[in-house]
């Protein structure tokens, strides 16, 4: 049974940083993406960073390039987003995603979604 279970969410004032961590079991994911994505209150969700697993090659929502960074850990089967000089309006739950099974990076479909994890930014 393949599991992603996301951590590291929490509260943080504005201009602070977070780091979530997104844990996957069940299988490696080995030639696939993985992706975080965020709901904020009263909106849709809405992609925020993707990562190759095999090249390492990233994708990035315009809204949070040169602040959000995704990287991944082979030996630890983790993707983790390092979130940096967060604004009030970062304030959402944030889910991690895996295996694209079609469309691109940011729009397409993913396999395996976690539960999410709240990240809230107070001004």
Request: net charge positive; glycine share 10%; charged share 20%.
């Amino acid at each position: 049974q393949v599991q992603l279970v996301e951590s590291g969410g929490g509260l943080v004032q504005a201009g602070g940083s977070l780091r979530l961590s997104c844990a996957a079991s069940g299988r490696t994911f080995s030639g696939d993406r993985m992706a975080w994505f965020r709901r904020a209150p009263g909106k849709e969700r809405e992609f925020v960073a993707a990562i190759k697993w095999s090249a390492g090659r990233t994708y990035y929502a315009d809204s949070v390039k040169n602040q959000f960074t995704i990287s991944r850990d082979r030996a630890k089967n983790t993707v983790d987003l390092q979130m940096d000089s967060l604004k009030p309006e970062d304030t959402a739950v944030y889910y991690c995603a895996a295996a694209l099974l079609y469309g691109n990076a940011a729009s397409g479909r993913y396999e395996y979604w976690g539960q999410g994890t709240q990240v809230t930014v107070s001004s």
